[in-house]
Structures are given as structure tokens and as C-alpha cells.
């Protein structure tokens, strides 16, 4: 049996084309492996708070007051969601050329030294290798190639946070040009659900 933690970050609900293909995501990995755990983290219902001056000691060094102590229970909580994981689902919508606010404070509850990553004389190593990570990703335009491609701040982003923590076996599934119109949309849904089925066989 295999545990998959399920992440989604879009703020627009059910309109949401991110959502809608992490959900098609897990119908395809639990088809395959229909006793597997699932774990869902939906970011934009629950947000992850942002670190301020009161609780990053909390994440990044000692807990000692009652707000850094709050905020190092939840790192601890996140990390034991990550580290039991085999396979991790993220919905990624670009939001000005980058990621969500909310999925980018999971990462700083996360990327903990010790923990997630350590250092040493030969540079940071990552310590949750083994593990397969599946990124999907909305976007209105067309960034993967072209002359926006210089505006793709997002996916070398993602690929950069996670390789830092040791999850390089990551694979990205975009949704592009959604909002080029209804055909562009699902035009665009079709392909990412067949990349998803891919994936999952």
C-alpha cells in the first residue's frame, strides 16, 4: 500500500482547472493501487500561515515562545505528511508567472535544515529522495515555449525547491493556453489528462 499527498493551491474552487486534473491525477494513481492512503492538503481552504517575525525562529531554529512553538508543531506536521509520502500530487496554478502564495508558504514550512536538507562541507544534500513527485500545472497563456518562456518563473521554481530537498523525480503536466478560449481549454484538458494516464500505467 502506498501513501499520496495530495496538495492543491488554487484559490478559485470548483472553477478551478488545477483541481480539476489533481483530482483526475488520483482516480489514475488509485486505479492502479486502489488500496493506497491518501493525505489531502488543500492550501487555499487551510493555508499554510506566512512566516513573520514571531514564528520563523520557530521554523528555522529554536521554539521557545508560544508562537514559534505553534509554528514548529506545524512544520513538524507538514514534514510528517512529506516524509510518509511515496508519491506526491501538486496543484500548481501560475499566478503572475509564479506560484501561489499559499504553496509557497508550505515550502518554507518544509525546507527545514535537518529535517528536509542538510549541509555540509560538499553543499546542501536533499533527504527525501525515492520519492515520485507529479506537478500539475494551469496556465491561461503559453510558457513552456515561445517568446513568454523568459516569464516562466514557476516551473524552474518548483523543480528548484523540490531537487533542493532531494524529490528530483518529478513530473510536470501543464495545462496551457486555457485562456485562449473553450477550445483552447479543453484542447488543453485532453492533453493533460492523457499525460496523466500515462503517467499512472
Known sequence: MSNILVLNSSVSGEASISRLLVAD???????????????FRDLAAN???HLMPDTVAGVRAQAATPAEQ???????????????????????????????????SWF????RAGETFSYSE?????????KKVIVVESR???????????????????RQLLGFIGLTDVTFVRAEK????????DQALADSRA???KLAA
Not at 25 to 39: C, F, N, S, Y
Not at 143 to 155: I, K, N, R
Not at 178 to 185: L, Q, S, T, V
Open 70 to 104: 505553534v509554528a514548529r508543531a506545524l512544520s513538524d506536521e507538514l514534514i510528517a505528511e512529506l516524509r510518509a509520502a511515496d508519491t506526491i500530487v501538486i496543484g500548481a496554478p501560475m499566478y503572475n508567472f509564479s506560484v501561489p502564495t499559499t504553496l509557497r
Open 195 to 197: 499525460e496523466l494516464a
Open 178 to 185: 486555457i485562456g485562449y478560449g473553450p477550445d483552447a481549454r
Open 108 to 111: 518554507d514550512y518544509v525546507l
Open 47 to 49: 493555508p499554510v500561515p
Open 25 to 39: 491525477a488520483v482516480t489514475e494513481l488509485t486505479q492502479r493501487d486502489p488500496g493506497a492512503k491518501l493525505v
Open 140 to 158: 491561461g497563456g503559453l510558457y513552456s515555449e515561445g517568446p513568454a518562456q523568459a516569464l516562466d518563473f514557476q516551473e524552474p521554481y518548483l
Open 122 to 130: 560538499a553543499g546542501p544534500k536533499g533527504l527525501l529522495s525515492g
